[in-house]
């Protein structure tokens, strides 16, 4: 099946207190004032990248079209996407409005799968053919194009907040750990999973491992320790992972047709959070939401109070 279908420190206890109540909304569950994040899903058979919200409705089930085969997505801050389109051996670029930007601005690539995007704006892609990890700014430049090689069927890869790349070789069914530099920091640094293919990283030291054999989804360090090998169970063939800030994990079932939804600690919040996917969905990316004025101008506020009793306290 694979073959076939191949994101001044205060120390002042007074500003923790002010800002505390404005911190629980901004990083905890979405209000009424806040906007849905955006999902964004490739899907591979239909040739298109659909657009839904992180509650499931949908906003344009073929917000890009004319894709060949699209597979890994990459979102950056400036509201782009970055799609691999297998079968073409390219990277294009899109608007999350679905406007073309470069429809190859990255080409000659071998069997391009995931990729990831790092904060300065730097591309890695997996070439699954060669086995190796390329990397290409977003103006479509090449740095390196086998950055890493010697890989074993790579298909997907997370980049974490330290600069280090994590690889899912489905070849021998290993995560391997490299820095954006393309260093190998231990090419096994978990060994032993069956059927890999999503890998997602988030801010707390953990991935996130689908595997479409024992349809799981595995949790692990990135030191590489366990944390529950079947964290997500009964799951129907997960294939690409996409994680939120909010500690939600979306998960596409391309057979299904369906993206699912489950939190980091293993609870299933919906296994059909979108369906009728006919497409295949295979890779995904999020676009987290921004809080509302009414939030914002809270948190300034909050600001303004702090610079007010610091100056006090100067007199």
């Not at 596409?252 to 939804?261: D, H, K, M, N, Q």
């Not at 101008?297 to 702090?306: D, E, Q």
């Amino acid at each position: 099946m694979v073959r076939e279908m191949i994101s001044q420190g205060i120390s002042s206890h007074r500003l923790r207190g002010l800002l505390g109540s404005v911190l629980v909304v901004l990083v905890g569950t979405p209000s009424a004032g806040m906007a849905h994040g955006q999902l964004f899903v490739a899907n591979w058979s239909s040739g298109t990248i659909g657009e839904y919200t992180t509650s499931g409705a949908t906003v344009n089930a073929a917000l890009v079209s004319g894709l060949s085969k699209p597979y890994g997505l990459a979102l950056d801050g400036n509201g782009h996407l970055f799609v691999a389109n297998l079968s073409l051996g390219t990277i294009g670029e899109y608007t999350t409005s679905g406007t073309m930007v470069n429809a190859a601005l990255v080409s000659g690539l071998n069997t391009p799968l995931g990729l990831a995007l790092d904060r300065s704006g730097y591309l890695f892609v997996v070439n699954n053919a060669n086995g190796t990890i390329g990397e290409y700014t977003t103006s479509g430049a090449t740095v390196n194009a086998s950055l890493i090689s010697g890989l074993n069927y790579p298909l997907s890869l997370a980049l974490d907040g330290n600069g280090h790349l994590f690889v899912a070789n489905a070849g021998n069914g290993t995560i391997g750990e490299y820095t954006t530099s393309g260093a190998t920091v231990n090419a096994s640094l978990i060994s032993g999973l069956s059927g890999l293919w999503g890998i997602a990283a988030d801010g707390d030291g953990h991935l996130f491992v689908s595997s479409v054999v024992n349809d799981t989804i595995g949790e692990y360090t990135t030191s590489g320790a366990t944390v529950n090998a079947a964290l997500v169970s009964g799951l129907s063939k997960p294939y690409g992972l996409a994680l939120d800030g909010d500690g939600h994990l979306f998960v596409a079932s391309a057979l299904s047709g369906t993206i699912g939804e489950c939190t980091t600690s293993g609870a299933i919040v919906d296994t059909s959070l979108i369906s009728g996917l006919i497409g295949g969905p295979t890779f995904m990316a999020v676009e987290a939401p921004e809080p509302s004025s009414a939030v914002l101008s809270v948190l300034g506020l909050a600001l303004l109070t702090f610079l007010h009793m610091k100056r006090r306290a100067r007199v």
